[in-house]
C-alpha cells in the first residue's frame, strides 16, 4: 500500500514558467513532509520541508504548500529553469513518533524544463 | 568534506552470491539508513541504525543484514543475492536531535545487478 503517491510520472515546462509538482499521502499520522530532488548517477539531496504546523514554506524560487484536509501538498518552482530538471521526491514521516528518519517517499517525478 | 561515500558504484553477482555494500560518512552523524530505489516504488527503507551498537528493520528488510560497530560506517550484506535484489541502493545519514528533523544527506548509490 504505497502511502506516499505522485501520480504524475512526469511533467514538461518550458523556462520561466512555474513547475507544479503534486504528492498526496494516505496515512494521518505523517507530520512533517520533505522534497528531495535528484540528478542521474547522483543520491537524492534535500530541497525544502514543511511541519503540519503550517500550510506553507518559501525557501527562493522553491515554495511547498500543505493541505491537511485533502493530504496533499505541493511543490512550486517560480521561475523554472533548465538546471531544475530532474527526478523529485516526496518524501513523509511522524516526526512526533519512534520512526525517527524512517521517511516513506513518494514515486517521484521527472521534471524536464525547457529552454 | 567527503560526506556519505557509497563503494562500489556498480556491481554484478550472480544468484547466490554474497557481497557488502560499503557507506562510510564522515559528518558524525548518528542515524543512517539504507534505502532501494526501484522504478515505479520509490526509494524504500531497508535497514536504519540510530547510533552505534543499534540497527532496526525497515520497510523491506527481507535478505539483508546490517551491524553498526562505528558511528562512521554502516556495511549492507546481502547473504544469498537473489534477481529480485537487483535495485539502486543508497546510504543516508542525519543528526537526531530532540526537537526539529534534520534532512538526509544520501550517497551517491550502488547499483547493482544481480544474474
Known amino acids: 500500500d504505497q502511502q506516499v503517491k505522485q501520480n504524475s510520472p512526469s511533467l514538461s515546462v518550458q523556462e520561466g514558467r512555474i513547475s507544479i509538482l503534486n504528492c498526496d499521502y494516505t496515512?494521518?499520522?505523517?507530520?512533517?513532509f520533505l522534497w528531495y530532488k535528484k540528478y542521474p548517477a547522483e543520491g537524492p539531496t534535500f530541497l525544502i520541508s514543511?511541519?503540519?504546523?503550517?500550510d506553507k514554506n518559501e525557501d527562493g524560487r522553491f515554495t511547498v504548500f500543505l493541505n491537511k484536509s485533502a493530504k496533499h501538498l505541493s511543490l512550486h518552482i517560480v521561475p523554472s529553469q533548465p538546471g531544475d530538471s530532474a527526478v523529485y521526491f516526496c518524501?513523509?514521516?511522524?516526526?512526533?513518533?519512534?520512526?525517527?528518519?524512517?521517511?516513506?517517499f513518494g514515486q517521484g517525478t521527472i521534471l524536464t524544463v525547457h529552454p | 568534506n567527503a560526506g556519505v561515500t557509497q563503494t562500489p558504484k556498480f556491481q554484478v553477482l550472480k544468484t547466490g552470491q554474497s557481497m557488502t555494500l560499503q557507506c562510510a560518512q564522515d559528518?558524525?552523524?548518528?542515524?543512517m539508513s539504507w534505502y532501494r530505489q526501484d522504478p515505479g516504488m520509490g526509494l524504500r527503507l531497508i535497514h536504519y541504525?540510530?547510533?552505534?551498537?543499534?540497527?532496526d528493520q525497515g520497510e523491506v528488510p527481507n535478505g539483508y543484514n546490517v551491524s553498526r560497530s562505528t558511528t562512521e560506517d554502516f556495511p549492507l550484506r546481502l547473504l544469498s543475492a537473489a534477481p529480485s535484489q537487483t535495485s539502486v541502493y543508497f546510504c543516508?545519514?542525519?543528526?537526531?536531535?530532540?526537537?526539529?528533523?534534520?534532512?538526509?544527506?544520501f550517497g551517491n548509490g550502488t547499483r547493482l545487478t544481480v544474474t
Open positions: 541504525s540510530v547510533g552505534a551498537g543499534i540497527t
Open positions: 496515512n494521518s499520522m505523517f507530520d512533517y
Open positions: 518524501a513523509a514521516f511522524n516526526a512526533g513518533g519512534t520512526s525517527y528518519g524512517k521517511l516513506t
Open positions: 559528518m558524525n552523524h548518528e542515524y
Open positions: 514543511i511541519s503540519s504546523i503550517k
Open positions: 543516508a545519514s542525519s543528526y537526531t536531535t530532540g526537537t526539529g528533523y534534520s534532512p538526509l544527506h
